[in-house]
T-cell receptor, first 115, second 114 residues
């Protein structure tokens, strides 16, 4: 069975500081990996995804993530935090070989950005 | 429409009432998912449709939960005899055909059972 663990339910950074949100996954087959962001009272918005190919994936709003198979990790980073980055972030995994398979989400990490 | 549309946005139900939540996916998206998101938690899978066929309903928490998508477009999630533990945000998502296609989420319906 697949699972996702997000280390740290709450991360606080100062504006301009590095953002690092950690995600580890468990999957018996090669995974597809996703990061979503959720602003208050809204649905989830896709930040980036890894399917195949290059292991460093760039997404929207300056975020990127690196797939490390040996560490079963897919950590999300951003070099310089902005106040508008404050939100809930979810890592998710799905099977690579099944179209339409459900995403399994982590419990989320709340990112706070202070000025 | 341009995105996934869900209605109502908010629903308050008294315990024991039946509710129906609607999802209008992005046009052309054959896959449709329902998720339940409790306060402070990540979304949890409820059920999945490919066109009108319900291929996976393993996440439905009880037989009080029922979902349908009769014409392969709009979907309805129905909860019978609501209980307080059903209070959550119910998210609908759709995706285009193809392996690895990302899910596009609606803004959800926040259900509060009193």
């Amino acid at each position: 069975a697949q699972s996702v663990t997000q280390l740290g339910s709450h991360v606080s950074v100062s504006e301009g500081a590095l953002v690092l949100l950690r995600c580890n996954y468990s999957s018996s087959v090669p995974p597809y990996l996703f990061w979503y962001v959720q602003y208050p009272n809204q649905g989830l918005q896709l930040l980036l995804k890894y399917t195949t190919g290059a292991t460093l994936v760039k997404g929207i709003n300056g975020f990127e993530a690196e797939f490390k198979k040996s560490e079963t990790s897919f950590h999300l980073t951003k070099p310089s935090a902005h106040m508008s980055d404050a939100a809930e972030y979810f890592c998710a995994v799905s099977d690579w070989d099944q179209a339409g398979t459900a995403l399994i989400f982590g419990k989320g990490t709340t990112l706070s950005v202070s000025s | 429409g341009a995105g996934v549309s869900q209605s109502p946005r908010y629903k308050v139900a008294k315990r024991g009432q039946d509710v129906a939540l609607r999802c209008d996916p992005i046009s052309g998206h054959v896959s449709l998912f329902w998720y339940q998101q409790a306060l402070g938690q990540g979304p949890e899978f409820l059920t999945y449709f490919q066109n009108e066929a319900q291929l996976d309903k393993s996440g439905l928490p009880s037989d009080r939960f029922f979902a349908e998508r009769p014409e392969g477009s709009v979907s309805t999630l129905k909860i019978q005899r609501t209980q307080q533990e059903d209070s959550a945000v119910y998210l609908c998502a759709s995706s285009a055909p193809g392996i690895g296609s990302p899910l596009h989420f609606g803004n959800g319906t926040r259900l509060t059972v009193t």
